[in-house]
């Protein structure tokens, strides 16, 4: 079985290849992502929903920087080549991620990729 930092590693390249599908089975059925300028998605099927959005909405590179790993946790600092910059948090079970939580700033990312701005 594949350690959290490979598994993450592993997450990086099918996130660079846009697809929604593939990405989707590296968490398990119950699991939980949590970027957190939005609000949590809960199930696989929602966090599926979530990546097909996204990689609709703009085209996204991650840029890996450094991986750490600590037990059953694996923790990504990125950058992407627009300048944006952002961590994620990896809690891996079983070899599946049960709970992901990231962090990067929402405004810098519309602004970069020409999207609309929130109206609240």
């Keep these: 079985m594949l350690r959290p930092k490979e598994i993450v590693q592993k997450w990086v390249e099918v996130f660079n290849s846009a697809d ?6 590296f968490y398990a059925d119950d699991a939980v992502n949590h970027q957190v300028t939005d609000s949590p998605v809960i199930g696989k099927a929602a966090i599926r929903e979530m990546f097909e959005r996204e990689f609709a909405q703009a085209k996204m590179v991650c840029i890996i920087e450094n991986i750490f790993e600590d037990g059953d946790w694996a923790i990504l ?5 627009v300048g944006l910059r952002g961590c994620g948090f990896f809690h891996v079970k079983n070899g599946k991620i049960i709970f992901q939580r990231g ?3 929402k405004l810098s990312f519309l602004r970069l990729h ?3 701005m929130p109206q609240n």
Excluded at 20 to 25: L, Q, V
């Design 103 to 105: 962090y990067w700033d």
């Design 20 to 25: 929604a599908r593939m990405i989707t089975e």
């Design 77 to 81: 600092e990125w950058k992407d080549p």
């Design 114 to 116: 020409n999207l609309p």
